[in-house]
């Protein structure tokens, strides 16, 4: 426990503990913008902390870190767009508790999920990293390859109404993803000789046209066509028999986000999907999912800031950056003069409990700001459609350009919004596009990978722990195949 | 007369007074760099490219005496960043980061960029190639490794990529050595993947860049058999270079700075000085010291020389490996 007496001892100083503020509010300011990201502005400041005594910077970007995750929140409620790719999955039921007029009650449940799931993630953090991270480990390429599996599964219980239009969808996001080098042979694919597509399609300006843009579209013509305005913010408690009901599905997506957010390379985009969807699994039949459910939006907020928590496993307890964002936070410890790694714990127990320390307080601060701030943020939807639209476009315009500075980039956001536009009046859903944007990769890349590994063998699809995640996966297909059926006969009933 | 006088002189003032103010404003012009100075890096924030550049703008900002912005445009093995500052204007205030790619994109057909597009400014770091294995490795030299080879074992080699400079650099060693075919290169996305394949035993060897793994390796989660780089350096002072070893192959990832070709000599000159005394300031040494890269600089002239050289050495390399289009 010395440990933890000396990062409380360090943590004391008030120019240490300003950094957490300042952390959280501009992390807070760059992940509501959609395009900028977590990791360009904890990049941007890195160079800054360089200044800085170790922990002082140390505690600045974990704050950014920690306030860039949660806000991704607040353009996936309000305007369907997440902030960052994390909080895709919060679009699914966040938006339309906002269309319902609920929108006040999704972003205190977004606040005090992301804070519940944070705080979670932290504590398993603080006391397992080292355990976990040998754990991590035994992930080896087959076992990536088939949580991708699993991940994609989920498309079959997502898609909502029909489960062909969700594999239309979702076969539509592996062809997106396929565009680019391709991972393991090194030559460029559907590229058709342009060096820009042969640089693959960018999840951010891709995500921000199928969301935002496409949004914005369908908006517009509703308002031109029937000049329907100003939609109702709520209220934003969300009654104390609440609070107990989402305690389970709060502490399961954590679960799920860390253990997901462990692996380098998955994320909490991935992590949010799959809490999501277990929720789904094991809400309650009244539950309904899809259309403004509560339980939904605390599953993937919860999840993707405890992925987030889970990333670092790797990153303080091997010296692995478990996503991109840690490779910033390695690149300030490394020129901290601190070697990540199992003796950080002992070599420098002072940075590590302190920044444990730190990231708690910056969830403590996050819960204040975001408390006072969501009625500031609400006010978006208070601007009538005819204006707020338009300045959404021009938001998604400039979101995607940020990215990478390119126009190409604007190109791509503009027809991923057309298509999101057309796939919303088909009525296919946009989600499992989007997960198999993001899973296609990792799945195609292992199994390649595992089959040069065992030379051309499929053996490795029975290994242990491979071999029971497929089976799972297979598991959780039947199970929403059966379900869907079931639904659908109980629909029948009632309509008859 | 005398009006007429007047009046002449009063235009010979005003003539000279606006004389002046375009003398003032062709010294200010000359005074490069006025403006702020745009970095635009190939490869995404949190990187080794970006966080060396990043940590060499931080000093440079002072020497420079303006601000510089740093863009990521990742993609395409940096090629997409290239583009954009060969499409700029040549005027000195759009530079680019080069990667090591730069000399191998346009033999493999992956775009027709070459050094050539570019006029070096200087180059920063060179950190040199290392191949490393786990402690309980039955390997505990390079020379170990081809035997083994040469005994008709395959050997798995984690790298970045199909094509990646550490592939290259590894089937470099590979063909040396005559083990072609029995190390296989098995591309992982990324350091981040590979080094956890490394640690968990599920390759034999891992090619990277040194001070990638110096955590791993102080720990002892990982031991070096070799750099490949000229002679030993700094971070792995006990390691021996695979020339040492009887290898004669050297390479590595290379760190540096170029402005679209056609830019003025004053202003390439210019654009050296302030950045060579950030590169020699205090703050950036310190970032070398604690970050475990390896400075390595060159002038302007000597990187245009020393990419030429590279331009043609992977010119023949990627011939030799077949992966040359």
């Known amino acids: ?496 | 007369m005398t009006t007429m006088n007047r009046g002449a002189r009063a235009l010979c003032t005003a003539l000279s007074a606006l004389l002046a103010t375009t003398a003032a404003t062709t010294v200010a012009a000359q005074q490069f760099p006025s403006e702020p100075i745009r970095i635009v890096i190939g490869f995404a924030a949190g990187g080794s490219t970006d966080t060396n550049t990043r940590a060499l703008a931080a000093a440079a900002e002072e020497t420079c005496g303006t601000e510089i912005v740093i863009t990521n445009q990742p993609g395409g093995s940096g090629v997409i960043a290239l583009e954009t500052v060969r499409n700029s204007d040549a005027d000195g205030y759009t530079i680019a980061t080069t990667p090591t790619e730069i000399s191998a994109v346009s033999h493999m057909g992956l775009s027709d960029i070459t050094h050539e597009d570019f006029g070096a400014v200087m180059r920063f770091v060179f950190d040199p190639h290392g191949f490393f294995v786990t402690p309980d490795s039955p390997y505990k030299s390079l020379q170990d490794v081809v035997d083994a080879a040469k005994g008709g074992e395959t050997i798995r080699v984690a790298t970045s990529g199909p094509a990646s400079p550490y592939a290259i650099t590894f089937e470099d060693m590979a063909r040396n050595t005559g083990v072609t075919g029995q190390l296989v290169n098995i591309p992982y996305q990324g350091d981040a993947m590979a080094i956890p394949a490394a640690l968990s035993g599920e390759v034999d060897l891992l090619v990277t860049n040194a001070s990638n793994v110096v955590g791993q390796v102080a720990e002892e989660a990982l031991v070096p058999l070799g750099v490949a780089s000229d002679s030993r350096i700094a971070i792995l002072p006990d390691t021996p270079t695979l020339e040492e070893q009887g290898i004669d192959v050297t390479g590595g990832s290379i760190f540096g700075l170029a402005v679209p070709a056609g830019t003025p000599g004053d202003r390439v000159e210019a654009l050296n000085a302030c950045f060579e005394a950030a590169f020699r300031s205090d703050a950036f040494n310190a970032y070398v010291e604690q970050s475990g890269v390896n400075p390595a600089y060159l002038g302007a002239a000597d990187y245009d020389a020393y990419l030429a050289a590279e331009y043609q050495r992977y010119g023949e390399l990627l011939e030799q490996l077949g992966l040359a289009q």
């Not at chain 1, 001892?9 to 959609?34: E, F, H, K, T, Y």
């Not at chain 1, 976990?132 to 994609?152: D, K, M, N, Q």
């Not at chain 1, 009244?286 to 990153?315: C, D, H, I, Q, W």
């Not at chain 1, 920044?355 to 939807?381: E, K």
Request: proline letters at 5%.
């Open chain 1, 1 to 496: 426990m010395s440990g933890w007496a000396e990062g409380f001892a360090v943590l004391q100083d008030w120019s240490v503990l300003a950094m957490v503020p300042i952390g959280v509010l501009l992390g807070v300011s760059i992940g509501a913008i959609p395009g900028l990201s977590a990791t360009v502005g904890m990049a941007m400041f890195l160079p800054f902390t360089f200044t800085l005594d170790p922990l002082t910077g140390l505690i600045l970007l974990l704050g950014i870190y920690n306030g860039a995750c949660y806000a991704g929140a607040i353009p996936a409620v309000l305007i369907n767009t997440p902030g960052t790719p994390s909080s895709a999955a919060t679009t699914l039921d966040g938006y339309p508790m906002a269309q319902k007029g609920r929108a006040g009650e999704a972003l205190t449940l977004s606040l005090l999920a992301s804070v519940a799931g944070g705080l979670i993630g932290t504590a398993l953090l603080a006391f397992f990293a080292p355990v976990l991270a040998r754990y991590a480990l035994s992930f080896g390429t087959p076992e990536y390859f088939a949580i991708a599996v699993l991940a994609l599964t989920i498309i079959a219980s997502i898609g909502g109404g029909q489960i062909s239009k969700g594999f239309v969808a979702a076969a539509l996001g592996l062809l997106i993803a396929s565009v680019g080098f391709d991972p393991v042979a090194g030559f460029p694919r559907l590229s058709f000789g342009s060096s820009d597509l042969s640089g693959g399609i960018q999840l951010i300006p891709l995500l921000v046209g199928i969301f935002g843009m496409a949004e914005a579209l369908t908006q517009l013509e509703r308002a031109i066509a029937s000049r329907l305005d100003r939609r109702e913010i709520g209220g934003f408690g969300i009654g104390s028999g609440w609070a107990r009901r989402l305690l389970p599905t709060t502490a399961g997506a954590s679960m799920i986000g860390f253990g997901t957010g462990m692996l380098p390379g998955v994320g909490g985009d991935i992590g949010g999907y799959i809490a999501y969807n277990e929720a789904k699994r094991f809400g309650c039949r009244s539950a309904k999912f899809g259309e403004g459910e509560p339980r939904g939006v605390v599953a993937a907020e919860a999840a993707n800031n405890a992925s987030n928590m889970g990333s670092l496993v790797p990153t303080f307890a091997l010296g692995i950056p478990g996503n991109t964002q840690a490779a910033v936070l390695l690149g300030a410890l490394l020129i901290a003069g601190v070697q990540p790694g199992p003796g950080l714990f002992t070599s420098a127990p002072e940075l590590i409990y302190g920044s444990f320390l730190g990231m708690a307080l910056a969830y403590v601060c996050l819960l204040a700001i975001g408390l006072l701030g969501i009625r500031l943020w609400i006010q978006v939807i208070q601007i009538p459609s005819v204006y707020l639209w338009p300045i959404v476009i021009l938001f998604c315009v400039v979101g995607a350009y940020a990215v990478r500075n390119t126009t190409f980039d604007v190109l791509v956001m503009m027809l991923a919004g057309v298509l999101g536009y057309l796939m919303t009046k088909a009525r296919y859903p946009v989600a499992p596009l989007l997960i198999a944007v993001i899973v296609g990769p990792i799945a195609e890349e292992n199994f390649r990978r595992s089959m040069i590994l065992h030379q051309g063998s499929y053996e490795w699809l029975l290994q242990p722990l491979t071999a029971s995640i497929l089976a799972f996966a297979a598991a959780s297909l039947v199970f929403s195949a059966w379900r869907h059926r079931g639904q659908a006969r109980a629909e029948r009933d009632v309509a008859r």
